[in-house]
């Protein structure tokens, strides 16, 4: 057993590393100021900007198929470079990159959605929750009705990250009620201008996600993506890859934020000591390095798995749920440490403190990861002690 990364991948995650520090992280204090201020995030062209700068630097499609102009690093290298990202709070991507589930588009699609994706020039949105049906997917209610050459969509998806500025959407549907989701889902490319509207919801993060009204919004049938009724497995596949990313990233953060704990501890001084000298505080970082130890190798584990082509289902639910756990304990210890501080907009731990309580809600809440971790031990998908690999 290796546990060591090759040359390649030290390489890599130094220079992501590097990137983070001395590109992304100098823009959190406006990432702050814009909050305050309610403008959330940062502007897209300087986005942009600093997406062509990393792409000098081979940063580019970090999982996009070579033939689309991407790196395509595969699955450990995405839990690595992820990780180092995951160090800002700064909402920043590598460029080049597109759902993964476009890549079923047929080469007329590829032409409209994702190879303009890739290139940075439309943005999408996955849009499967309604206001009736989130953990319980399969249970979709919006109907696609069929006239002539198109589908007619009415209803209402919820909480769509990103459906205020998409100009596109993958928007799931029924289209057969017998059926439901086996044979009666299915996943439609919906552009804006074919008439859907979205509504901003605030929520106690920054990044607000949106309502999408569709009101006899007409779909021609080209645009389904993959096959008439096959909607639902595509859904899953696209939230299956988001599963050990989540914790990845929340590796990055409670690194970071446990380093900030540390330093703070060993300079703040109370009745006559540093507080890092109580055991008190000892305690919360030691619990804190053990806890993101844990996630990085279940992710890693997820990832390697992924990698060789195996079933990396259980293993991701069990990064996501640890990961999303994890994440949440190392931030409120460390605003703890920061005592008044802590709390305060003065430093970035607050913030930290708001994202990270959706980790353990979307792509899948803590119980549904624990719904599926039982139901594979139970039905013996997965047995307890197995040999590893
Ligand atoms: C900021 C944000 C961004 C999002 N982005 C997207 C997006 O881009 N696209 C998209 O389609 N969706 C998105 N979602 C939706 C997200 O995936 C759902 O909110 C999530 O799946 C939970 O669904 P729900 O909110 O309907 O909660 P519910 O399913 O109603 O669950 C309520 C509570 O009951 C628990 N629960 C449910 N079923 C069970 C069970 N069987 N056993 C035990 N406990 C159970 C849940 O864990 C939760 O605690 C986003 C949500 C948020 C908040």
């Not at 299915?186 to 990044?207: A, K, Q």
């Not at 996600?209 to 569709?214: D, H, N, R, V, W």
């Not at 305690?283 to 390095?289: F, G, P, R, T, V």
């Amino acid at each position: 057993m290796d546990f060591s990364l090759s040359d390649e991948q030290k390489m890599v995650q130094r220079t992501v590393r590097e990137f983070v520090q001395n590109e992304i992280m100098p823009l959190e204090q406006q990432v702050l100021r814009n909050e305050r201020e309610g403008r959330p995030g940062i502007a897209r062209e300087e986005i942009r900007r600093l997406q062509l700068k990393a792409k000098e630097m081979g940063f580019w499609g970090i999982n996009t198929p070579e033939e689309y102009g991407g790196a395509n690093l595969g699955p450990i290298m995405t839990a690595l470079i992820t990780m180092e990202l995951g160090r800002t709070f700064v909402p920043f991507s590598f460029g080049g990159s597109a759902d993964n589930i476009l890549y079923y588009c047929n080469e007329e699609q590829k032409k409209r959605y994702l190879i303009p994706l890739i290139n940075g020039e439309r943005r999408s949105c996955f849009a499967l929750t309604e206001p009736g049906a989130g953990s319980d997917a399969r249970n979709i209610r919006m109907p696609a009705v069929k006239d002539g050459d198109h589908w007619v969509l009415n209803g209402e998806k919820i909480f769509i990250t990103n459906g205020n500025e998409a100009d596109f959407a993958m928007v799931f549907a029924v289209t057969d009620k017998e059926k439901g989701a086996d044979g009666g889902v299915t996943c439609f490319l919906v552009d804006r201008d074919m008439g859907w509207r979205s509504e901003y919801i605030h929520t106690m993060g920054e990044w607000g996600p949106a309502s999408l009204i569709f009101e006899n919004v007409r779909v021609p049938e080209e645009n389904i993506l993959g096959e008439l009724g096959k909607g639902f497995a595509l859904g899953m596949k696209w939230i299956g890859q988001g599963r050990w990313v989540i914790p990845a990233r929340a590796v990055g953060a409670a690194e970071r934020l446990l380093q900030m704990g540390i330093d703070y501890a060993k300079t703040r001084v109370t009745f006559g000591k540093p507080i890092a000298e109580r055991q008190a505080i000892q305690w919360m970082i030691a619990d804190s390095a053990v806890e993101i130890e844990a996630t990085k190798w279940i992710v890693l584990r997820a990832a390697w798995m992924a990698e060789k082509g195996l079933d990396a289902r259980h293993q991701s639910s069990m990064a996501k749920l640890h990961g999303a756990i994890m994440a949440n304990q190392v931030v409120d210890r460390v605003l703890q440490i920061h005592g008044g501080m802590g709390y305060t907009k003065e430093l970035p731990i607050e913030r930290w403190y708001r994202e990270a309580r959706l980790w353990r809600i979307f792509e899948g809440t803590d119980e549904i990861q624990r719904r599926t971790i039982a139901r594979n031990l139970l039905k013996g998908h997965v047995k307890v002690g197995e040999l590893m690999g």
